[in-house]
């Protein structure tokens, strides 16, 4: 059975807020294997129709940054589970996601970087 991931984006970036993104990135996965990415643009939706969006495309799992409490509860109710809190880029994040590696808080930056993630007040070791 396939699953469909949703990543919010500001350019190839997770978007710092899922309200706020410009445009989401919807991942079809089937059998482990990314068969189908397409980016739907959002700026012009207000919140309901955005988290409509992602319900009328079946999405499963929203990865994200920074996200209020009426969505996460929103998202929720609709049966999507949301990894938040994620900085980074959306390709090295959804790479980990397929990995089982991506956890709330995660940074994902490009190889070999190091840095400091503001979710977790922390420096943490980015993938290599």
Same mark, same amino acid.
């Given at each position: 059975m396939g699953m469909k991931i949703a990543i919010p984006l500001f350019g190839a970036r +997770?978007?710092?807020r899922f309200d706020f993104s410009p445009e989401i990135r919807i +991942?079809?996965?089937e059998d482990g294997k990314?068969?189908?990415q397409e980016n739907f643009p959002v700026a012009h939706l207000n919140l309901t129709q955005r988290l409509d969006q992602l319900t009328s495309n079946g999405v499963d799992k929203v990865i994200c940054g920074g +996200?209020? %409490?009426f969505c996460l509860n929103q998202l929720g109710s609709k049966g999507i589970e949301v990894v938040h809190n994620v900085a980074g880029e959306a390709e090295i994040a959804s790479d980990l996601f397929m990995k089982g590696r991506l956890r709330p808080g995660f940074c994902c930056e490009g190889r070999g970087r190091r %840095?400091?993630?503001p979710w977790r007040r922390e420096t943490v070791r980015k993938r290599t």
């Open positions: +997770i978007s710092p +991942i079809t996965v990314v068969v189908r +996200i209020d %409490g %840095g400091f993630c």
